[in-house]
Antibody, heavy 122, light 107 residues
């Protein structure tokens, strides 16, 4: 059964870059047409889609974050990563990685990683 | 961006009740609508995709309907584990967007 797990620093200083990695196990990132996504959730608030990447590196980003976001994939390590630059307190959130479907006929998030809370504070 | 509006924001119900949650899109999303359940401290879980298709392993008391701009999630015969928060998500066009959530509480 496909499993996703986020990892990375839990505390980031304002103006610095938030970096997270999602490790995929029990399945290969590059053996399917699926996209791999990042979604975040500020404490006590709703869900916000950040962006998607496929194994070839094709990306889609939320325009609200596009100027600060970079999502990359490393098929040799079966993982994908999120970099969010120039962070502020507003970027404090639980960050989830998820499989996002093939975009053609499957556009849902399933499964999800357990999520990791990243706090932006000096 | 397509705005997704859920109503109500919260609903009180009893075990065994039937609950209906509504999700309205700011423009036509066809059948590109999913529903998720999220328990406190946990990741969302996919319940319904394509507006009305039940995800494998999800109990049949959950059902979805609608198309275009108006959608509903119905939970029949509420069980104790169903008292939590539910989100809709549109997947018609980027950026994918979610509703603000509906919390189902015990009366």
């Amino acid at each position: 059964q496909l499993h996703l797990q986020e990892s990375g620093p839990r505390l980031v200083k304002p103006s610095e870059t938030l970096s997270l990695t999602c490790n995929v196990s029990a399945g290969s990132i590059s053996s399917s047409p699926y996209y791999w996504d990042w979604v975040r959730q500020p404490p006590g608030k709703g869900l916000e889609w950040i962006g998607s990447i496929d194994y070839r590196g094709t990306t889609y980003y939320n325009p609200s974050l596009k100027s600060r976001v970079n999502i990359s994939v490393d098929t040799s390590k079966n993982q994908f990563s999120l970099n969010l630059s120039s962070v502020t307190a507003a970027d404090t959130a639980v960050y989830y990685c998820a499989r996002g479907g093939d975009i053609v006929v499957i556009r849902w998030f399933d499964p999800w990683g357990q999520g990791t809370l990243v706090t932006v504070s000096s | 961006d397509i705005q997704m509006t859920q109503s109500p924001s919260s609903v009180s119900a009893s075990i065994g009740d039937r609950v209906t949650i509504t999700c309205r899109a700011s423009q036509d999303v066809g059948n590109w609508l999913a529903w998720y359940q999220q328990k406190p401290g946990k990741a969302p879980k996919l319940l319904i995709f394509g507006a009305s298709n039940l995800q494998s392993g999800v109990p049949s008391r959950f059902s979805g309907s609608g198309s275009g701009t108006d959608f509903t999630l119905t939970i029949s015969n509420l069980q104790p584990e169903d008292f939590t928060t539910y989100y809709c998500q549109q997947a018609n066009s980027f950026p994918w967007t979610f509703g603000q959530g509906t919390k189902v509480e015990i009366k």
